[in-house]
């Protein structure tokens, strides 16, 4: 079975100050690592995937991750916030081990205050 | 736009009537999943679905709900004698290949009122 821990239901930074959102996962073989951001009555907007390769990931708007195989970790982190990176933000896995669903983490509210 | 489109984006339903959700997913995109999200919590993975072909259907209820991608035409999430607590919003998503690693592409959604 696999899972995905985001521990914090929100997150509140200042803008313009470097922020993180924190996740970590369990999962049998290889993960396949993904974020993805979600703004009000929206469907879920795809950020960034690890799939292998470099721990250090850049996605859309400015947003990176950092893989760490031996804390099973997948933080999100943006240098700068912005008051537009205010959203539900969602952490997700998968594994190469045969068919399996994605699964989503519960989201991490980021409140941006200006 | 050739993005994953759902209609209609709110369905109003009375108690005991069915609610059809329909699901366009991106072009060259066969891979379907439908997730249900009630307010202030996240995803749950519903169904995933093939060109008509159901893969996983490990999270969708055994009774009154149902899910099909046909050939021709969008994918349909059924709901039979709709409840109260079926109110929810409900997220197609679409991906090109098996979803390993492939990111899947959400439409914004139905929001499903039960009155």
């Known amino acids: 079975a696999q899972s995905v821990a985001q521990p914090e239901d929100q997150v509140n930074v200042a803008e313009g100050n470097p922020l993180t959102v924190k996740c970590t996962y369990s999962v049998s073989g290889n993960p396949y690592l993904f974020w993805y951001v979600q703004y009000p009555n929206r469907g879920l907007q795809f950020l960034l995937k690890?799939?292998?390769?470099?721990?250090l990931v850049k996605g859309s708007y400015g947003f990176e991750a950092e893989f760490n195989k031996s804390q099973t970790s997948f933080h999100l982190k943006k240098p700068s916030a912005l008051v537009s990176d205010s959203a539900l933000y969602f952490c997700?896995?998968?594994?190469?081990?045969?068919?399996?669903?994605?699964?989503f983490g519960t989201g991490t509210k980021l409140q941006v205050i200006p | 736009n050739a993005g994953v489109m759902q209609n209609p984006r709110h369905l109003v339903r009375r108690r005991g009537q069915e609610a059809r959700l329909r699901c366009s997913p991106m072009k060259g995109h066969s891979h379907v999943y439908w997730y249900r999200q009630l307010p202030e919590e996240g995803l749950k993975f519903m169904v995933y679905l093939q060109k008509e072909n159901i893969i996983d259907e490990s999270g969708m209820p055994k009774e009154r709900f149902s899910a099909e991608f046909p050939k021709e035409g969008p994918s349909i999430l059924r709901i039979q004698q709709v409840v109260r607590g079926d109110s929810a919003a409900y997220f197609c998503a679409s991906s090109s290949g098996q979803g390993r690693n492939q990111p899947q592409h959400f439409g914004d959604g139905t929001r499903l009122s039960i009155l």
């Open positions: 997700a896995v998968g594994h190469s081990g045969g068919y399996q669903k994605v699964t």
């Open positions: 690890y799939i292998t390769g470099d721990n």
